[in-house]
């Protein structure tokens, strides 16, 4: 006599049901952690190529110095004027720094916006158009274009996975940025550091495991890819307590006065230059864009040359001493930094800052004989990008990460503090804050500031995609 059938019970059948659900979302969760690491291998990636193509643009550029030092009074002004023409046609919305607009995406609502400012086009035209400034001579870096390339990458797998969630949205955006920025410096933990300082606002996001997760993805990525390189190379220096602190408050003052006078005259800037300057901006950006490139020539040639670029190799040498630059070396590289800004072409200043304060602490040393001048170079350093960005806790992991010197983070950390006050004097506001408040304010129609609690945003036009 055959079995009959044994029915399943209703328990064994919610245990199957259970069980199936759990695989579901089991899968779903790996096939969204797969799609998180290949995004940030990608924004490792990115940042590796960027960093190469700009360096031969740089070796380029020298090219053209070597040849002829005047060569530059033609190729600046056509550059400029070019990448302009560039931001308003073929790239429009790719102008400025990066990170203020990164900044902003995280504080809007209305998501339409943020995906014509986050776009792998403008992302893509970051990176031509930042190695053609690098060309040309501009005061400009790579880090700041990195992390809104970076959010723009991470902003573009958050759609392809249908988020629809503004938290993780905002959390795709702003490990993608910091991702770009460790990436670009070959500094995991000042991309960590600087998500939670700069980008972020609110500890819950700053704290999530997926901005730390894809952070460090990238950093290996890039550290596989260009070996585990230190911008300055290792420093095998020390700042005992005692006289040699007098180092601490001299670069912390001079450091944070220059750097806070520099983010006050670029607030001013963003918000317009005064009388026909002014007019010119609006009524003829390329003519006024190549003006600043002619300007940006004869700083270079005073100069002899040694303020077009990044200014990586001149703030190298002056660490090691085997160059020494007069006091002309960073007035000349600030107003140069100051006019490649005001022209509206993409770039970043974190590496001219560095360059900036590099030539600060290489001029005070020689007043500062008890203390050892490498160590002196990087107070400057770290004085001079506190006061332009403000954030200290970023500018000291940077310097000591880039320095390869754990030694020194107790300097360090006081001068980017000193810094950091005497800055806030000069400049009430932060440097990126503004910048992403004057972004916002510029929209077609009145938007929200960055806070805790935005307010939804209106459509904004291409044209006014940049600050």
């Given at each position: 006599?055959?079995f009959?059938?044994?029915?399943?019970?209703?328990?064994?059948?919610d245990?199957?049901?259970?069980?199936?659900?759990?695989?579901?979302?089991r899968?779903?969760?790996?096939?969204?952690?797969?799609?998180?690491?290949?995004?940030a291998?990608?924004?490792?990636?990115?940042?590796?190529?960027?960093?190469?193509l700009?360096?031969?643009c740089a070796?380029?550029?020298?090219?053209?110095?070597?040849?002829?030092?005047?060569?530059?009074?033609?190729f600046?002004p056509?550059?400029?004027?070019?990448i302009?023409?560039?931001?308003?046609?073929?790239?429009?919305?790719s102008?400025?720094?990066?990170?203020?607009?990164?900044?902003?995406?995280?504080?809007?609502?209305?998501?339409?916006?943020?995906?014509?400012?986050?776009?792998?086009?403008i992302?893509?035209?970051?990176?031509?158009?930042?190695?053609l400034?690098l060309?040309?001579g501009a005061?400009?870096?790579r880090?700041?274009?990195?992390v809104?390339?970076?959010?723009?990458?991470?902003?573009?797998f958050?759609?392809?996975?249908?988020?629809?969630?503004?938290?993780s949205?905002r959390?795709?955006?702003l490990?993608?940025?910091?991702?770009?920025m460790?990436?670009?410096?070959?500094?995991?933990?000042?991309?960590?550091?600087?998500?939670?300082?700069?980008?972020?606002?609110?500890?819950?996001?700053?704290?999530?495991?997926?901005?730390?997760?894809?952070?460090?993805?990238?950093?290996?990525?890039?550290?596989?890819?260009m070996g585990?390189?230190?911008?300055?190379?290792?420093?095998?220096v020390?700042?005992?307590?005692?006289?040699?602190?007098i180092?601490?408050?001299?670069?912390?003052?001079v450091?944070g006065?220059i750097g806070?006078?520099?983010?006050?005259?670029?607030?001013?800037?963003s918000?317009?230059?005064?009388g026909?300057?002014?007019?010119?901006?609006?009524?003829?950006?390329?003519?006024?864009?190549?003006?600043?490139?002619?300007?940006t020539?004869?700083i270079?040639?005073i100069?002899?040359?040694?303020?077009?670029?990044?200014?990586y190799?001149q703030?190298?040498?002056?660490?090691?001493?085997?160059?020494?630059y007069?006091?002309?070396f960073?007035?000349?590289?600030?107003?140069?930094?100051?006019?490649?800004?005001?022209?509206?072409i993409?770039?970043?200043?974190f590496?001219?800052?560095?360059?900036?304060?590099?030539?600060?602490?290489g001029?005070?040393?020689?007043?500062?004989?008890?203390t050892?001048?490498?160590?002196?170079?990087?107070?400057?350093?770290?004085?001079?990008?506190?006061?332009?960005?403000?954030?200290?806790l970023?500018?000291?992991?940077?310097?000591m990460?880039?320095?390869?010197?754990?030694?020194?983070t107790?300097?360090?950390?006081?001068?980017?503090?000193?810094?950091?006050?005497?800055?806030?004097?000069?400049?009430?506001?932060?440097?990126y804050?503004?910048?992403?408040?004057?972004?916002?304010?510029t929209m077609?129609?009145?938007a929200a500031?960055?806070n805790?609690?935005?307010?939804?945003?209106?459509?904004?036009s291409?044209?006014?995609?940049?600050?």
């Open positions: 006599m055959p009959a059938p044994v029915k399943p019970s209703a328990h064994h059948k245990k199957i049901h259970h069980l199936r659900r759990t695989a579901r979302v899968t779903t969760r790996w096939r969204r952690m797969s799609v998180y690491w290949i995004g291998v990608l924004v490792g990636l990115t940042a590796v190529l960027f960093a190469r700009g360096d031969q070796e380029l550029r020298t090219r053209f110095v070597t040849w002829h030092p005047w060569a530059m009074l033609v600046a056509g550059g400029f004027a070019f302009t023409w560039m931001t308003r046609t073929l790239f429009k919305g102008q400025g720094s990066g990170i203020p607009q990164t900044i902003a995406t995280l504080h809007m609502a209305n998501y339409v916006v943020v995906d014509r400012i986050l776009t792998l086009r992302a893509a035209g970051k990176i031509i158009l930042t190695c400034g060309v040309c005061s400009i870096g880090e700041g274009p990195s809104q390339i970076g959010a723009s990458i991470m902003h573009g958050s759609r392809l996975l249908g988020q629809s969630n503004i938290a949205k959390s795709m955006i490990a993608g940025g910091a991702a770009g460790a990436a670009a410096f070959n500094t995991p933990l000042a991309g960590i550091v600087f998500a939670i300082e700069e980008l972020a606002h609110s500890f819950e996001q700053k704290a999530s495991g997926h901005t730390l997760t894809i952070v460090v993805i990238s950093g290996v990525t890039a550290i596989s890819l585990n390189y230190t911008y300055f190379g290792h420093a095998d020390n700042i005992p307590v005692g006289t040699a602190w180092a601490v408050i001299v670069c912390g003052i450091g006065l806070g006078s520099f983010a006050a005259l670029v607030i001013k800037a918000k317009g230059l005064p026909s300057v002014g007019r010119l901006t609006k009524e003829r950006p390329i003519t006024f864009s190549a003006l600043c490139g002619l300007l020539a004869l270079g040639l100069s002899n040359g040694s303020t077009y670029g990044t200014g190799a703030a190298k040498a002056i660490f090691a001493g085997t160059d020494h007069p006091a002309s960073f007035i000349l590289k600030y107003l140069s930094m100051l006019v490649s800004y005001c022209s509206g993409p770039g970043g200043m590496a001219p800052s560095l360059a900036i304060g590099a030539g600060i602490g001029w005070i040393e020689q007043f500062l004989p008890h050892t001048p490498g160590a002196v170079v990087l107070l400057g350093t770290v004085a001079y990008f506190c006061g332009v960005a403000q954030s200290p970023t500018a000291t992991i940077i310097v990460e880039i320095c390869d010197n754990q030694q020194v107790l300097a360090l950390l006081a001068t980017a503090f000193l810094a950091f006050g005497v800055s806030r004097i000069v400049c009430p506001q932060p440097l804050t503004a910048l992403a408040d004057r972004f916002l304010e077609d129609k009145p500031r960055p805790p609690k935005p307010a939804k945003q209106e459509a904004v291409e044209e006014k995609l940049s600050i």
